[in-house]
């Protein structure tokens, strides 16, 4: 299993002090990544994730979406953008929409392919914002 797995956390969502999660379970074994209760609620936060880069911060586009979701300093952000924008059938510079295609394609990108996290969780987890 992947650490994302293990955790229930198909974003791979860092630990953030001033944030205590809907869903976050009581038990956080990793020092780096949140663990959550059930996968739906960690795709509760990574919608709302999301949503605060579009509305709060306005990030608008799939390319600066992936750019701040996954950091250069973390990761090879140009070829996540390219898996991402390829799984959701999108160009870099579109608007981005925060829903089951970005999930799902965040989540195989973290996690690899296969992985445990189902269509149904994330639905689901959308469906609790």
């Given at each position: ?65 992936i ?56 639905n689901?987890?959308?469906?609790l914002?």
């Amino acid at each position: 299993m992947t650490r994302g797995e293990r955790l229930s956390n198909p974003g791979n969502i860092r630990h953030n002090p001033a944030i205590i999660w809907q869903g976050q379970a009581l038990d956080q074994p990793d020092p780096a990544f949140v663990n959550f209760i059930d996968p739906q609620h960690g795709f509760r936060a990574m919608a709302e994730i999301l949503n605060n880069y579009k509305n709060r911060d306005g990030v608008l586009t799939y390319a600066g979406a992936i750019n701040r979701w996954s950091p250069p300093s973390e990761n090879d952000t140009a070829d996540y953008i390219t898996d991402v924008c390829k799984a959701c059938g999108v160009q870099p510079g579109d608007d981005f929409v925060v829903g089951f295609p970005l999930l799902r394609a965040i989540t195989d990108h973290e996690q690899g392919v296969p992985n445990i996290f189902t269509d149904d969780m994330i639905n689901q987890g959308i469906a609790l914002l």
